[in-house]
């Protein structure tokens, strides 16, 4: 019975898709600097909430950080928590910040299932739970993982020119 396999199979891709929404952690609560949606839009630039509150994904090229090689502390831009020290900044040639590690504990990962056949691991600030971006396997060493952020989702803090 064709029609009855084929309800079987949607049956189960509704199971899946209902399993996979992409913001379990926020849905838990439990961050440490949490915000009414009417608050981060107050505290955030209609770009920067659509990226850190609703997985929205800036366009390749558009963020001046993909370009930004000084030495310095790349922050969260919901919360200011340090994300990743430009030591471990790399040009991975796709037109978004790249990163081989971020800074111990300051970042938290999800499934990211939103596509369906590909799986993404979705990456999010740990202290606000901010939507980042993905990290992929395919970095260069020395962890091989290419954390690839949304400039948008990012502050810059220079290093010190004296220190
Ligand atoms: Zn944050």
């Not at 996979?20 to 630039?45: D, I, K």
């Not at 790249?98 to 369906?116: C, E, K, M, Q, V």
């Not at 060493?141 to 954390?147: A, C, F």
Request: proline fraction near 9%.
């Amino acid at each position: 019975m064709p029609a009855r396999r084929e309800v079987l199979k949607l049956m189960g891709l509704a199971a899946v898709l209902a399993a996979t929404r992409p913001w379990p952690a926020t849905a838990a609560g439990g961050f440490a600097v949490m915000h009414s949606e009417a608050e981060w839009r107050s505290l955030l630039s209609p770009a920067q909430f659509a990226v850190l509150r609703e997985h929205e994904t800036e366009t390749a090229g558009s963020s001046p950080l993909a370009h930004e090689f000084r030495p310095g502390i790349y922050a969260c831009a919901g919360c200011d928590q340090p994300l990743y020290d430009a030591a471990t900044k790399f040009d991975s040639g796709t037109g978004w910040p790249s990163f081989t590690a971020p800074i111990a504990g300051a970042i938290g990962t999800s499934r990211d299932r939103t596509l369906l056949i590909f799986t993404r691991t979705e990456v999010h600030c740990s202290r606000c739970g901010g939507h980042l971006g993905h990290v992929f396997p395919d970095g260069p060493p020395p962890t091989g993982q290419r954390y690839c952020m949304n400039g948008v989702a990012l502050l810059f803090h220079p290093a010190s020119a004296t220190g």
